[in-house]
């Protein structure tokens, strides 16, 4: 199951923050500049073996039995060429080949063909803070780093001052990080990182660090980044940043470049893509006939007509229910509830089942369908619908069926947010001029 | 924008290795490493340097008793305490150095995972940081040799050469067992088994000359630490006792050890730039 899609729907927050500050600037693709990252045919395999050797006992005594592997084809014959000055975003589902391919960028796999060409100085953050030694101070792990990124001792030196200033950890420079708060940590890894002063900046997941003011703080290091004509790859899973920043974005599944180009189309072709797969688990999961009644099918229509299992955001949802009764029954009524992942009911919907000339008695071998408009203020997610069937006159056999999770489906779309829903809206801020006293 | 011009020309990435992202950046690397990694143990805990100190000067008093007391190998041999104690020096140098080699790369599973640098750092770091501790402690160990009343002599030149045998050999030691650690982890117990061996295969609780059968001697000298740590003892102690050659009958005896030399240097840079660029995928 893909994850909740109601996790991809609530940003982090410098994320946001970063997005903001970035879109402000005209989003103009520099592809006149010169290459700063030339990929050509790259391909990486993996050999996973199917029983593990981890023993020099068990490969002498194995010595003569073949190996046996599987191969895992994570990057399959991918080019591509990002531009100097450029934010280009690389998205994909887990295990699409995008780690793998940021791995390779960054030197920490080799490739098994083709050929990776990079302009400058590359300054890779696969991860906040890695490569910190908890034993060690502040100060060493900061020359430590620097050194790493290719500076010389006496470069990461004179630029340690500006790391501590930025992480604003100025006192607090000789104490071993282990004594460090988890808060003061983040701060201090991200100032690192942006003192690094590389060319190409490789960025898996921008991080959601600090307090507000720091957030404030990273928002306006990385507009600066961009404005100095820095080259940005990043990695992430929040198609609300792709959107805001990157000049072009690539979607990678299954190891080969599914779309390259506008971050819009990229974010929506993600997003179809992912929940798809999500989506396609759905079907009746629990008891679908109950008392002289049964739910036949329940599914949703897009606006051609064709069946679906997810839904764009803001487009009406038809849902489609066909139901039959085991003997004549009348005076029946269908009810709906939707609910959201975490099992909130959100809204309830149901109506008396009628035939065309007024009369409510349903013949066994009739099929009952309800036909259903509803209209989508959902946030993008994964919603359940529940179905139940009873009468609601008096007289006669009962009747009844409760159908939980008659019907799964999803909503996705990129305008993200905190909340269920999102509700049209119009918003203005006035300021007022300053009262006097 | 000048930064950018010069950054204009593609170079092409060819992933991780043994040596990659150039050398002044490799040492630069190595040193750093390996001197706050030294500071870190030796400088960290209340007693700092002085534990490092004491571990050795315990075993060598422990010997000493058992040597000269009750086993009487030493009280045979002249200037016996000074031969012991610069014996357990150098062959601690070489033991910890290799022990602490051994996990080094997959200690710091976490850099090498997320990061480029050249991954012979990590190994050689650790040499580094034993060689350091070295150092230090070869400052005692030449007190104790001065107050017991050995007298310098020109043949002391000699000394650094010889300590630059047994650091070249402990280093590629270290490479081997850091790389084969990543797949095979019974490395680790078989090279502590290995070292325990070695220790009493290597003249240092005892000179060469107290086995009294030469085939067993020579057998001693394909050992390649044994000339060498034979030699420091004549070097720097009892300039009157035989050199290896002639404790072997000759120098072609030698050879074997030379060869062994060699071959462990050359195994130990090959597999670890054979396996270099795979690291980060096997952990």
């Excluded at chain 1, 960025?203 to 004509?229: H, P, T, W, Y």
């Excluded at chain 2, 680790?188 to 001697?217: C, D, H, K, R, S």
Aim: glycine content about 8%; overall charge negative.
């Amino acid at each position: 199951m893909a994850d909740p899609p109601a996790a991809s729907s609530t940003a982090m927050p410098v994320d946001n923050a970063i997005a903001n500050s970035l879109a402000n600037g005209s989003p103009t693709p520099p592809s006149e500049a010169p290459l700063a990252i030339q990929v050509e045919n790259l391909k990486k395999s993996f050999r996973i073996p199917t029983h593990r050797i981890d023993s020099l006992k068990e490969r002498t005594v194995r010595m003569f039995s073949g190996r046996e592997f599987r191969e895992l084809q994570a990057l399959d014959d991918v080019s591509f060429d990002i531009h100097q000055g450029e934010f280009f975003g690389i998205v994909g589902r887990n295990g699409s080949g995008k780690s793998t391919l940021l791995k390779l960028l960054a030197s920490i796999y080799r490739a098994d063909a083709g050929t990776i060409r990079m302009a400058g100085r590359l300054a890779p953050f696969i991860e906040l803070g890695v490569g910190f030694n908890v034993e060690l101070t502040a100060r060493e792990n900061v020359v430590l780093n620097g050194v790493m990124m290719g500076l010389t001792p006496s470069e990461a030196g004179d630029r340690l001052d500006a790391v501590l200033e930025f992480a604003e950890l100025e006192e607090f420079v000789d104490l071993k990080l282990k004594n460090y708060s988890s808060g003061m940590l983040v701060r201090l890894a991200f100032a690192t990182m942006l003192q690094a002063d590389a060319d190409v900046l490789l960025i898996d997941e921008v991080l959601a660090v600090g307090d507000a003011s720091f957030q404030q703080k990273c928002a306006d290091a990385f507009r600066r980044m961009k404005d100095e004509g820095k080259t940005i790859v990043l990695v992430t899973h929040e198609m609300a940043t792709v959107e805001a920043y990157c000049h072009r974005a690539m979607l990678i599944s299954d190891g080969k470049i599914q779309l390259l180009g506008d971050p819009e189309e990229i974010a929506e072709q993600y997003l179809r893509l992912n929940f798809e797969d999500g989506a396609a688990s759905s079907g009746i999961d629990s008891k679908t006939s109950g008392d002289g009644v049964r739910l036949l099918d329940a599914w949703l229509e897009d606006e051609a007509g064709e069946r679906t299992t997810s839904i764009e955001q803001a487009k009406p949802i038809h849902l489609q229910v066909e139901i039959e009764v085991a003997r004549e029954t009348a005076d029946l009524s269908v009810g709906f509830i939707l609910a959201n992942a975490e099992g909130l009911g959100m809204f309830q919907f149901g109506t008396p089942i009628e035939n065309e000339d007024g009369s409510s008695t349903v013949h066994p071998g009739q099929r009952v369908r309800i036909d259903t408009t509803l209209e989508n203020p959902l946030a993008p997610g994964r919603y359940f619908i529940h179905a139940g069937v009873q009468r609601h006159g008096a007289g006669g056999e009962d009747v009844s069926l409760y159908t939980h999770n008659a019907l799964d489906f999803l909503v996705f779309g990129t305008q993200s947010s905190r909340g269920v829903v999102s509700l049209a809206h119009e918003i203005k801020a006035v300021v007022s001029p300053p009262e006097e006293k | 924008m000048s930064s950018l011009e010069q950054a204009a020309d593609l170079r092409e990435v060819r992933g991780p290795s043994a040596l990659g992202g150039g050398r002044r950046r490799f040492f630069d690397l190595l040193w750093l490493m390996g001197v706050t990694e030294f500071k870190r143990t030796y400088f960290g805990t209340v007693l700092g340097y002085l534990w490092s100190l004491v571990r050795p000067l315990m075993l060598f008093a422990v010997l000493l008793f058992v040597f000269t007391k009750i086993v009487r190998i030493g009280s045979d041999t002249p200037n016996y305490p000074v031969l012991l104690l610069l014996g357990i020096v150098l062959f601690s140098f070489f033991q910890e150095a290799t022990q602490n080699s051994v996990t080094s790369v997959v200690a710091q599973e976490g850099i090498v995972r997320k990061t480029q640098f050249p991954r012979l750092v990590i190994p050689l770091a650790t040499v580094l940081t034993a060689f350091f501790n070295l150092l230090l402690n070869l400052i005692v160990v030449f007190v104790f040799v001065l107050a017991w009343g050995v007298d310098p002599s020109w043949t002391w030149l000699l000394f650094p050469f010889s300590l630059g045998l047994i650091a070249v050999l402990t280093a590629a030691v270290s490479m081997m067992l850091s790389v084969l650690y990543v797949r095979f982890r019974d490395v680790a117990i078989i090279w502590t088994v290995l070292g325990q061996v070695l220790f009493y295969m290597t003249p240092v609780l005892y000179p060469l000359t107290v086995l009294e059968n030469q085939t067993l001697q020579r057998l001693m000298l394909v050992n390649p630490l044994a000339p060498i740590f034979n030699e420091i003892q004549r070097w720097v102690i009892n300039p009157d006792e035989p050199s290896s050659a002639s404790i072997a009958g000759s120098a072609v005896y030698l050879i074997p050890a030379a060869v062994l030399f060699v071959a462990i240097c050359a195994f130990g840079v090959w597999i670890f730039n054979r396996d270099a660029p795979k690291i980060a995928e096997e952990l």
